[in-house]
């Protein structure tokens, strides 16, 4: 068999880098270890990756051995290890025959493709049933990439492999919110500084989920995502993140109040505000007043006024001595919660009738109950007024118990898909963002509970191996995309904090 793992008592997550520190100079290096005389030269060949440590590091020096995932072929059983706190992996055979092989595979984009294969490939000595590989790393941080890996073996005589399914390491304390933000990294697009598998309005979307991870957690590890999506995108569409949808222009908005927040520069809330006047370019007298939807298109409907009402509050609460971005907020609550949008059930339909300006009556997504939610709280925290806490109270209550929004007690959007390409797959989300950011304002954190609950049965029931998350939250898993994995990211945040 192959040498027991030491396992120190330290349950400290924190990381350490391995370095050579030459003299006064601050100057750090990770050098590789010499590779093991048993490695092939296939596997000498490989690009070396060093986080803590560097690849093909012996499993012996370990910090912690948690088995993910196997296989069996043959009766050997091929396992997954995880050093979470080295942040690395490797791979066993057992129950087996010298000259059995095992390796290791990674792949930095959730699985679809393998980046490196065979990782560590070697065989059962003589003598031995069992035998590992060397550890390897999990990310590549000095390029921004996020990892998973898998654990592959085949019996010495015979040319069938198995696979474990590709699954990531665990981060950090805050293990749900840290392993969904890596899933939502690993569908990142670097060159484009978007999000795959969906649209430009949902990656403001996804972008706002990891820098709030980022203030939940207090790790920076996607923190580069930031200026890479500012400064890639910057001069795309209509310039300054604006586009002929005013709603996309109000996300945008607000995902660059949070990167204003999280970082300090300033070129952030510039951004924020230069939305806030392309929006209000378009605020018209239609319907006695509101932004409309699109610049050709009157409609008048619910998202893009939340958006503005949130964004003229969060930029009065963030510039010193403002008085126009609080009228402005002042301006759009007075006319949206006379607008007719808010039902008698106290939820918040799609929009106004284009001849009569009266509630369409068309479905009450989830988004347009919580972005309102956020809204009210922003414009609370700049006025002081109660029953602006009071209304989004009442509003809260009317969507966490509405049967019509839920599955067995669980969120579900009005007509939700089963695929993740589709831009009600950020609905939910929003939903729960906004939720989040009333309950922290409320003495009380009366939707504690009920965010538990949410983030329980997402984890439960709509996570696949590797980690990424589904439409239904209440299951069966069936797709993913950036747009229901920054939704699942959105509830564990707000779940976190709460």
Known sequence: MYPSLSKPPSKSLTRRRTSLVAGLTGLILCAAPLAPSWAST??????????????????????????????????????????????????????????????????????????????GVTTTP??????????????????????????????????????????PGQPGPHGRSEAAADGLMAMYNTDTGLFDTNG??????????????????????HEHAISRTYETNLDSHDGDFTNEYLDDTGWWGLAWIAAYDHTGDTRYLDTARADAAHMADYWTNKCGGGVQWN???????????????????????????????????????????????????????????????ANNGQPTWTYNQGVLL???????????DGDLLRTARRLADASTGADGLHSDGVLHEPNESDQCDNDGSSFKGAYV???????????????????????????????????????????????????????????FNAAEVN
């Open 295 to 357: 610049v050709d298109v009157p409609y008048k409907n619910a998202i893009t006024n939340e958006l503005y009402l949130h964004l003229n509050a969060a930029l009065h609460n963030r510039i010193p001595g403002d008085t126009h971005y609080l009228a402005e907020a002042q301006k759009e609550w007075d006319w949206f919660r006379n607008s007719g949008m808010i039902n008698s059930s106290g939820l918040v339909n799609d929009g106004l009738t284009d001849d009569t300006c």
């Open 200 to 221: 430009w309005w949902t990656s403001a979307n996804a972008l706002t989920a990891v820098i709030d991870n980022i203030e939940v957690t207090g790790s920076n590890r």
């Open 126 to 167: 003589s003598g031995s049933r069992g035998w590992r590989t060397q550890m390897y790393n999990v990310d590549d941080p000095a390029n921004s990439r996020v990892g998973s890996l898998r654990a592959c073996g085949k019996a010495g005589d015979r040319g069938e492999i198995a696979c474990t399914p590709w699954t």
């Open 433 to 491: 963002r906004g939720l989040g950011a009333l309950n922290a304002q409320l003495d009380d954190h009366p939707y504690s509970g009920y965010l538990d609950r949410q983030a329980d049965a997402a984890y439960r029931n709509d996570r696949n191996a590797q980690g990424l998350y589904g439409p239904h939250w209440a299951g069966p898993w069936t797709d993913s995309g950036h747009g229901c994995q920054h939704s699942a990211l959105d509830l």
């Open 42 to 119: 296939e596997a000498e060949k490989r690009d070396v990756i060093c986080n803590t440590h560097c690849d093909a590091r012996d499993p012996q020096h370990a910090l912690d051995d948690r088995v993910a995932v196997d296989a069996t072929v043959h009766s050997r059983v091929i396992k997954l290890h995880f050093s979470d706190r080295d942040g690395m992996g490797w791979a066993s055979i057992d129950n087996g025959s010298p000259g059995d092989e095992v390796w290791l595979d990674r792949s930095f984009d959730a699985g679809e493709s393998t980046s490196d294969s065979r990782l």
């Open 374 to 384: 956020g809204g009210l709280t922003e414009l609370h925290r700049a006025t002081g």
